[in-house]
């Protein structure tokens, strides 16, 4: 059992950059696949990146190039760096963690999520 709280989000001009932090605590973080999805009002909760325990990535099309996921397992806390923010970027944030084989964008295959953080960027 994972615990997981989102935390950073705020708001920020377009163009701007924001790093948003997930923080475990329970088992060991360095066992899970993690990853970060988010949800605009109004719209289904869509996948943004995840990061394997081997340190693989992947990311949405929509985020490539401008974000980057990152972990510490020592602090047991993932991470979100957003850089050369959008307005639809703006959205709540939430930090997901499961043990599944392989990276997956599948909502469904991740078993613990954080309560949200929201990211709203202004034009």
């Known amino acids: 059992q994972v615990q997981l709280v989102d935390s950073g989000g705020g708001l920020v001009q377009a163009g701007g950059s924001l790093r948003i932090s997930c923080a475990a605590s329970?088992?060991?973080?360095?066992?899970?696949?993690m990853a970060w999805f988010r949800q605009a009002p109004g719209k289904e909760r869509a996948f943004v990146a995840a990061?394997?325990?081997?340190?693989?990535?992947i990311y949405a099309d929509s985020v490539q190039g401008r974000f980057t996921i990152s972990r510490d397992n020592a602090k047991n806390t993932g991470y979100l760096q957003m850089n050369s923010l959008k307005s639809e970027d703006t959205a709540v944030y939430y930090c997901?963690?499961?043990?599944?084989?392989?990276?997956?964008?599948?909502?469904?295959?991740?078993?613990?999520w954080g309560q949200g953080t929201q990211v709203t960027v202004s034009s």
């Open positions: 990061m394997s325990s081997g340190g693989s990535t």
């Open positions: 997901a963690a499961g043990r599944v084989v392989g990276l997956t964008t599948n909502p469904s295959d991740y078993g613990y």
């Open positions: 329970g088992r060991s973080f360095g066992i899970y696949l």
